[in-house]
């Protein structure tokens, strides 16, 4: 008898002590709290506008007109990355562009994809790099953001012709398009033929003259002037 009531004395303190155990333990992780959220990653820094200008140059194809194509090992028309935004290379003397027949096919363009004819004439693409006298060094970034926007020449002069892609560039926001300007300050300068520069004869001849790709907005100073065929029934221009 006395045996028995030891054991169940036993068991009792067992089960007291295992159930203290347990509540003790519990009181423990109560009083440490809940589990430590995990660090959250810093945000990547924003670009910087000349990093997000390249971006957008890259993305907006600009190379693809405003860069000369030459033929590559395999016989395959590739982009000159040496000329990068140069424009249309200065030594390349257009002929006068083919007329083509009564059709779909409206117009045409050089195998350097820097020269242009169409209905509107013939256009060249301009050098964009920051040289001042055959590039867009001069400009400044407001006449830049008035170009694209308002689709004229130093956004204030002649229409911008075609192939040109104005109309949809001109939907990009005015801190997209100085960030564009300001990394074409940074890329190097290239010297060329640019068509701004070029003097052509009186719009009765069917031509543009310098003051219609806005020369009363150019400092006084000596300017190259390349050479530069007339087209047949057209008008000569660049196309920015």
């Known amino acids: 008898m006395a045996r028995a009531h030891s054991r169940k004395s036993l068991v009792a303190l067992g089960s007291f002590g295992f159930v203290a155990a347990l509540s003790l333990s519990g009181c423990e992780k109560r009083a440490a709290g809940p589990p430590e959220a995990a660090p959250v990653a810093a ?34 028309p590739e982009p000159d990355m040496t000329k990068m935004l140069s424009g249309h290379p200065e030594g ?83 801190e997209n398009l100085k960030s564009i300007y300001a990394y074409l300050r940074t890329i190097p300068a290239w010297r060329t033929g640019s068509r701004i520069t070029r003097s052509l004869s009186r719009r009765s001849r069917g031509e543009v003259s310098l003051r219609d790709h806005g020369a009363a907005a150019l400092p006084k100073r000596r300017i190259r002037q390349p050479s530069l065929a007339k087209p047949a029934g057209g008008t000569a221009g660049r196309c920015f």
């Open 43 to 76: 945000a990547p820094a924003a670009p910087s506008p000349v990093e997000r200008g390249k971006y957008l140059v890259t993305i907006l194809g600009c190379n693809d007109c405003h860069r000369p194509y030459h033929m590559g090992p395999n016989g395959i």
């Open 92 to 174: 390349l003397k257009m002929p006068p562009a083919p007329k083509l027949p009564e059709g779909p096919w409206l117009w045409v363009g050089a195998a350097t994809n820097t020269a242009f004819a169409g209905p509107w004439g013939v256009t060249y693409s301009i050098n964009l790099t920051p040289d001042q006298n055959t590039g867009i060094g001069i400009w400044t970034e407001d006449m830049f953001v008035r170009a694209i926007k308002s689709g004229k020449h130093m956004g204030t002069s002649r229409m911008i012709q075609p192939p040109m892609p104005w109309p949809w560039y001109n939907k990009m926001t005015d």
